[in-house]
């Protein structure tokens, strides 16, 4: 399964990395060290739009979110059946087509002013590309609409 999010940065090893890097993906296989009795960490896979803001955009892929789901500071683009469509034109779909009203896109223009994003521009006939596409822009001046396809479908 995969999932948008915006997601805090935090600092591991003197490396920036998003939060949801350190949380255990509770549905992969547990593996251990060559010890055969310490376990290793089995983060969410990802692929992130990351800058020297305090937070990032990150598509996860996962088995179980649980553990993502319990942190309140990791907030989902989208939510549950938007992610239904398992089509690889799904990020092509516009919010009136997934079936969105005004109401749910008022609430997706909170979470991104949260982030310091107006949502200005952005309609019922936007697409979900061109949302991730406009928050973005704000880590990354030089993000092409079309890098937000190549990720989806990889």
Not at 3 to 20: A, E, H, N
Not at 40 to 46: Q, S, W, Y
Not at 56 to 68: A, E, H, I, R
């Amino acid at each position: 399964m995969k999932r948008w999010v915006i997601c805090p940065v935090v600092t591991v090893d003197g490396s920036r990395m998003p939060k949801l890097s350190i949380i255990t993906d509770s549905g992969r296989p547990l593996a251990f060290e060559e010890d055969g009795i310490t376990p290793i960490l089995r983060p969410f896979l990802h692929s992130s739009i990351i800058s020297s803001e305090a937070w990032c955009v990150s598509l996860v892929k996962g088995v179980d979110f649980t553990n993502l789901d319990k942190d309140p500071e990791i907030v989902p683009l989208f939510e549950g059946d938007d992610y239904a469509d398992t089509d690889r034109r799904f990020i092509e779909k516009t919010l009136n087509e997934r079936g969105w009203d005004t109401g749910k896109l008022d609430e997706l223009k909170t979470k991104l002013s949260v982030k310091g994003e107006d949502g200005a521009g952005l309609t019922l006939t936007s697409s979900y590309k061109e949302v991730i596409h406009k928050l973005g822009l704000n880590l990354w001046s030089g993000l092409e609409l079309s890098s937000i396809h190549h990720i989806w479908t990889r």
